[in-house]
């Protein structure tokens, strides 16, 4: 007997790698899920569609294996787009099933009809529509399509009538992504030349090269030359943040000094760098080395040479093409780099946010995988959170969505329970995803949720503040968080000074959840 779709698209997934599938059903891809379960996955019940897709992309940028999430059709479908727009400006490869009307049905029902491969299409990098006759090969296809540079997700539509349907029992290929391309060694000796001809050259370091295998060829490079290390919010961890040549966190709290500090440069090696992670034009003078896993066809930032291919390969072979000779002095990088901590790190007497992350940072161990949300939490996570591991930072930064950081934080402990696992939320996040704290529960996820309370939209606020207006829309109630720890049956810790934070860190959660809300003073966010 042929398996059905829904166990042909399980048995595919499974073959990738897949372990969990993020959703919220309906009544429309219940057989789907069923076909899941018998081929070995967990389905993974979340509150609400769009923390499902958050969910999925976190396990994808995590782990390398695509993430998984499913809705329904209708509004099930249109939950996912938040979700899905994150994965794609993040380059997370992610599949995304939803299910769709009967074929036969759609072109005369009205009810819940929408074209849904269109309204994904500028979100995804392909669509197809499931059918009995080609789930193993569009399956395959997708996954494919996803892991393929630059990574992205894929959206897949499953009429309700198709996934109990028999297909045919097609082979399962061994999963394999496309061939790597061969680095150019006229760009490698170009490369050299201009990093010897240089006197002050610096390395801005983005997501691509966030991986383990990039991390030791990046260190040697950068202590060969000599060389300063700038890193984007989703490449934090590839250089140790406690290293003699680390700066800082471009893009993150007092961003504008870090590019002060790129204009005194007169060589920049853009090392794994995707032009949307940065959140402003790009207009230093010096000159450009692009090193990355494509061609810098965006032009974002001209570029005078291009090594492209696996970037630890090309860091090995530009280090080893020529004797290096240090370039900028250490005794100037660490007076700059200790006067950039000390303007980001705040001097208001109450208990700053900067604070809360440096009693949290001493409580944990270093490969532990910490998520922040967007807005000010974000800013200050970015530059003041030390990480040392590559991929142990996980922030919308593409997309730069509201209410990511708590249903990150779920899947990366679900797909690694051993490790450590925190997020850092500011209370709008929170009240955006806090129902998932059930999910996190239900599942027995030990996750630290720390909220930091300003009971306002800060970053908001304080453009209105700047601008002269009255504040307007941007401040919200107080929570009761312990009452609000007690509807959910997890620990809630109210804490406002250093001290009890510190105490409140040296308890680990157990079995569950456990919120640590801090009352924070968001003049600590503002650096002059």
């Known amino acids: 007997m ?8 399980g048995d595919r997934l499974r073959a990738a790698g897949v372990k969990h599938v993020f959703g919220h059903p309906g009544g ?5 899920i069923e076909g899941f379960r018998q081929a070995g996955l967990e389905f993974v019940l979340t509150k609400q569609e769009t923390a499902a897709a958050f969910m999925a992309e976190a396990t994808a940028t995590a782990t390398g294996t695509p993430g998984v999430c499913l809705a329904t059709l209708g509004p099930g479908a249109t939950n996912l787009v938040t979700g899905i727009a994150q994965a794609y400006l993040d380059r997370a490869p992610v599949i995304a099933f939803s299910g769709q009307l009967p074929a036969e049905r759609y072109e005369i029902a009205t009810h819940q009809r929408l074209d849904l491969k269109h309204l994904f299409a500028p979100i995804t990098k392909w669509q197809a529509t499931v059918s009995a006759t080609n789930a193993a090969a569009v399956v395959e296809r997708a996954l494919r399509i996803a892991e393929r540079v630059r990574r992205g997700p894929v959206y897949l539509e499953v009429p309700s009538d198709v996934p109990s349907q028999e297909t045919v029992d097609v082979a399962l290929p061994r999963f394999a992504t496309e061939p790597v391309s061969a680095i150019d060694d006229d760009a490698i000796r170009t490369a050299a030349a201009r990093l010897r001809g240089s006197e002050r050259p610096v390395l801005l370091v983005g997501m691509d090269a966030n991986t383990d295998a990039v991390a030791t060829p990046l260190r040697v490079l950068a202590e060969a030359w000599q060389m300063p290390v700038i890193v984007s919010p989703k490449a934090k961890g590839v250089f140790r943040e406690d290293h003699p040549l680390f700066v800082g966190t471009i893009e993150g709290l007092g961003t504008a000094y870090l590019y002060d500090f790129i204009d005194t440069c007169d060589l ?7 032009p949307v992670e940065f959140d402003r034009d790009w207009s230093a003078r010096a000159r450009i080395v692009h090193i990355g896993l494509v061609p810098n066809d965006d032009r974002y930032y001209g570029s005078e ?4 291919g696996p970037i630890d390969a090309a860091l090995e072979r530009l280090c080893a093409v020529s004797q290096a000779t240090p370039k900028v002095a250490r005794d100037e990088i660490s007076a700059f780099r200790d006067a950039f901590l000390s303007r980001v790190r705040g001097s208001v007497k109450e208990l700053t946010a900067q604070e809360v992350l440096r009693e949290l940072r001493a409580a944990l161990p270093e490969d532990a995988l910490v998520t922040c949300d967007v807005g000010y939490n974000k800013a200050v996570s970015a530059q003041c959170w030390p990480a040392y591991r590559p991929r142990t930072f996980f922030v919308s930064n593409g997309l730069s969505s509201m209410g990511y950081g708590l249903p990150a934080a779920l899947a990366l402990k679900l797909a690694d329970r051993a490790r450590p696992v925190a997020c850092v939320l500011g209370d709008g996040g929170f009240a955006m995803a806090m129902a998932e704290i059930e999910t996190g529960t239900r599942l027995g996820l030990e996750v630290t949720v720390i909220v930091l309370i300003d009971d306002a939209l800060s970053q908001i606020k304080a453009g209105q503040e700047r601008r002269g207006y009255p504040i307007t829309g941007t401040t919200f109630g107080e929570i009761d968080y312990a009452k609000l ?10 804490v406002s000074t250093v001290d009890e934070c510190r105490a409140a860190f040296k308890t680990t959660p157990r079995g569950r959840p456990r919120i640590v809300a801090a009352r924070i003073d968001p003049a600590g966010y503002r650096v002059d």
Do not use: C, N, Q, Y
Not at 3 to 8: C, F, G, K, W
């Open 485 to 494: 720890g007690e509807a959910f049956g997890i620990d809630a810790t109210i």
């Open 2 to 9: 042929s398996p059905t779709v829904a166990r042909a698209i």
């Open 268 to 274: 920049v090696l853009m090392v794994g760098f995707d």
């Open 305 to 308: 040479v291009e090594i492209v």
């Open 28 to 32: 429309e891809v219940i057989d789907l």
